[in-house]
Structures are given as C-alpha cells and as structure tokens.
C-alpha cells in the first residue's frame, strides 16, 4: 500500500503537469490560434512537471524520501523529460491531423523513452539501450489512455477524461516501478 501512494504522488504530478498544458496550448483562442506564450508556458509546464515525476519516481524506486535529491541523476532525468516533453508535443501536433496515427506515434515514442528512463532507474547510461520490449505493455496502456483523455476533452467530457488519464498514467507506473526494480544483465 505505501508504494501505490508514493506512485499516486508522482502520478498525480504527471496528471497535473499533462492537463495544465493542454489547457494552456488549447485556449479558448483556438487550436491554431494559441499565444506564443500560452505555447512557452505549457512547454514548461510540461518539462517541470516531467522533471519533478522522475525524480519523485526515482526515488520511490530506490526507497528513498520522495524529495530527496542527493544521489538523484537529475541531469539524466531532466534529458529524459525534455525528451518526454518533445514527444507529447508532437503527438498533440499529430492529434489534430489523425488520431489514430498519433497514437500509434505516442505508443512507439513512449516506448523509446520508457526505455531510456529505465535505463537511467537502473543506473546505467540514458542511451546504453534504446528498445526494450518489456515496456510495451505500460506504454501501450499510457498511449490509450492519452488518446481517450484527448477525445473525452474534445466532446467537452473533461472530467471522465482526465480520471482515465490519471487511472492509466497509474497503472503505467504501477507496471515501470515494477520493471526499473528488477536487475537485469547489463
């Protein structure tokens, strides 16, 4: 029970980080018609918000106090949100061409970058390993449930949206804790 409440808080922030930034790149201005700084700050929002999640999931991974930040590769984790950050933009982008294609989109991208952050829970260099299989099952869950959030906000269901966004944000990061804590050959 004390691991799924430590993974409800960084999930919790990755929930908050995703909703705020698509409310800021979705103002009511229109999709096409968006501030550039509305656009500057929900990429921000989204690269903080990402930061603080990985961190906070290290840390649970590790047993070690949700803020604690000595020990922490920050500057990997801030690479791999930046990276996070770049992916969910671009499925955005694609969103408003075809659905299906940025799914598909967001399901591989999430892959590579579930990857490299495993690569970076387990302690071994960002980029020491760029594909691996056993992260398609959460990031297939991640990409589903981002995809049904998206058209859920667009029929001005908001609320449902969001809920099976935080409920399959949790159980990816239910099933990655569970991955990064198991030592595999380098």
């Given at each position: 029970?004390?691991?799924?409440?430590?993974?409800?808080?960084?999930?919790?922030?990755?929930?908050?980080?995703?909703?705020?930034?698509?409310?800021?790149?979705?103002?009511?201005?229109?999709?096409?018609?968006?501030?550039?700084?509305?656009?500057?700050?929900?990429?921000?929002?989204?690269?903080?918000?990402?930061?603080?999640?990985?961190?906070?999931?290290?840390?649970?991974?590790?047993?070690?106090?949700?803020?604690?930040?000595?020990?922490?590769?920050?500057?990997?984790?801030?690479?791999?949100?930046?990276?996070?950050?770049?992916?969910?933009?671009?499925?955005?982008?694609?969103?408003?061409?075809?659905?299906?294609?940025?799914?598909?989109?967001?399901?591989?991208?999430?892959?590579?970058?579930?990857?490299?952050?495993?690569?970076?829970?387990?302690?071994?260099?960002?980029?020491?390993?760029?594909?691996?299989?056993?992260?398609?099952?959460?990031?297939?869950?991640?990409?589903?449930?981002?995809?049904?959030?998206?058209?859920?906000?667009?029929?001005?269901?908001?609320?449902?949206?969001?809920?099976?966004?935080?409920?399959?944000?949790?159980?990816?990061?239910m099933l990655?804790?569970?991955?990064?804590?198991k030592q595999?050959?380098?």
């Amino acid at each position: 029970m004390r691991d799924q409440l430590r993974i409800a808080v960084f999930t919790i922030v990755e929930g908050a980080a995703l909703v705020l930034w698509l409310a800021l790149v979705r103002s009511d201005a229109g999709i096409y018609q968006v501030s550039t700084g509305s656009l500057v700050a929900g990429i921000a929002v989204l690269a903080i918000g990402f930061t603080i999640e990985h961190i906070i999931a290290y840390n649970v991974i590790h047993d070690r106090g949700l803020l604690d930040l000595q020990g922490v590769p920050i500057a990997q984790k801030a690479v791999v949100s930046l990276i996070e950050t770049v992916i969910w933009a671009v499925w955005l982008v694609l969103a408003d061409l075809n659905g299906i294609i940025a799914a598909i989109a967001l399901l591989v991208l999430l892959i590579l970058e579930h990857t490299l952050s495993d690569n970076v829970f387990k302690g071994r260099d960002i980029f020491s390993k760029l594909l691996d299989a056993r992260t398609i099952g959460f990031s297939l869950v991640e990409a589903v449930g981002a995809a049904i959030w998206l058209v859920l906000v667009e029929v001005n269901m908001t609320v449902v949206g969001i809920v099976i966004l935080v409920i399959a944000s949790f159980i990816e990061h239910m099933l990655a804790v569970a991955l990064a804590r198991k030592q595999t050959a380098l």
